[in-house]
């Protein structure tokens, strides 16, 4: 154990006055890049510091249409909401046209930015969007084992898993059954928390990053890393989806076993963290290890940790807030960026992958800023100020 939640106590904390200046230094970023960046998205990591400019594919093209939506949200400024609309319709194309969307992440690419688009402003356009982006995840999901397929085609025996970051694409489904008032999105993302609770989380609290199922018996068969470093390690980010994906499913269903999983999950996080407090990409390593950081990890585990502390009682609460303080002190001291000329990312020092001899990686954006960062940088100091306009954060 690299830190325990006394130990933590000793490093400087995060106040309101620092998440305000750090989002200002954000925004002023998130303007900067608005020109280069409307009619297209930012690739998913930086290369040398800076974004490339790419058309609405991968995984992750929402976050930057979230970045614009946190801005707009802080500053009212109508330049990030025009361009934010602008996205909006990239991705109403992209759904209806179905195109990179052989995958599970319809939440990470429709809530922040359509479900976002819809909240804050009431576009219509956006919600049927984030509509048929919940209904496609839906048709990801497996009734033999009760869990949404996470990559390939669906039905494949050789591509029969979970991945644990799907817990964040549950939101969109619990939306959607809000809106709708059909139940089965929700029923849906329900019984994929309890199958992945199940197979997922290991006794010593860390996690799989995926996990397999029989197609015959639906039963769990085997967990193997796709980007950890092994598959009995815990990947730092894998780990840090499993702290914000249990809390936002706490949300929707108010579980209360879901509780202690947040707990452990987050124990586990917070107790494996190096003496600076950035997450080496694979808790494998500790300090004093050359490996590369994935300061996104730590910027998903505070907003995690700010979901939760909504539901907890005031002591668990506090010991959990200590902690992200922190951490939140340590990534705009250490990994926010405050020189435009030499990166037009916000949040520096992620990983996206590192190679391993267990893992199925290689090196893609390392030691480099990526978008996913970027945004959940930006989204722990909104929620903590409680700056936001409307509670559209909750649904990522
Ligand atoms: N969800 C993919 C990743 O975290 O890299």
New binding site residues.
């Given amino acids: 154990m690299a830190q325990t939640f006394e130990s933590i106590m000793n490093y400087p904390v995060m106040d309101a006055e620092g998440a305000k200046k750090a989002l200002e230094e954000a925004v002023k970023i998130v303007k900067a890049n608005l020109p280069k960046y409307t009619d297209h998205f930012q690739s998913s990591n930086s290369f040398d510091g800076f974004y490339e400019a790419t058309e609405n594919v991968e995984?992750t093209t929402g976050f930057w249409t979230g970045v614009i939506w946190l801005a707009y949200e802080f500053t009212g400024d109508e330049a990030f909401r025009k361009a934010a609309e602008v996205q909006v319709e990239s991705f109403h194309d992209r759904i209806l046209n179905k195109i990179d969307v052989n995958h599970h992440?319809m939440g990470?690419l429709f809530s922040l930015s359509c479900v976002a688009a819809y909240k804050l402003t009431g576009n219509e356009r956006a919600k049927e969007a984030a509509l048929m982006a919940a209904d496609h995840l839906a048709s990801r999901y497996r009734e033999k084992g009760q869990f949404l397929q996470a990559w390939g085609n669906v039905g494949e025996a050789k591509e029969y898993r979970m991945?644990i970051?799907c817990l964040l694409n549950l939101p969109i489904l619990y939306w959607a059954s809000e809106v709708t008032g059909d139940g089965h999105y929700a029923q849906m993302a329900e019984n994929h928390i309890k199958t992945a609770m199940k197979c997922i989380l290991r006794p010593d609290n860390s996690t799989y990053h995926t996990h397999f199922i029989d197609m015959e018996t639906g039963e769990p068969t085997y967990g193997v890393t796709h980007?950890g470093n092994r598959n009995g390690s815990a990947w730092a980010?894998?780990q840090a989806?499993g702290v914000y994906g249990i809390a936002l499913s706490y949300r929707y269903l108010k579980d209360p076993s879901y509780i202690d999983l947040f707990c452990r999950v987050t124990d586990f996080f917070v107790e494996h963290l190096p003496e600076d407090l950035i997450p080496y990409w694979d808790f494998d390593f500790d300090t004093g290890s050359d490996e590369p950081r994935d300061s996104s990890a730590a910027a998903i585990a505070c907003c995690g940790i700010f979901e939760m502390a909504k539901y907890l009682e005031p002591e668990k609460a506090k010991k959990y807030l200590d902690a992200a303080y922190r951490m939140m002190y340590a990534l705009d001291e250490k990994c926010g960026n405050k020189d435009i000329t030499k990166s037009n990312g916000i949040l520096l020092h992620g990983t996206?992958?590192r190679d391993s001899k267990e893992n199925t990686c290689k090196n893609r954006g390392v030691d480099e800023c990526n978008t996913?960062g970027d945004y959940f940088y930006m989204e722990a100091p909104v929620s903590y100020t409680h700056l936001r306009a409307h509670e559209t954060r909750h649904d990522l």
């Fill in positions: 995984w992440d990470f991945i970051d980007q980010r894998g989806w996206y992958a996913w």
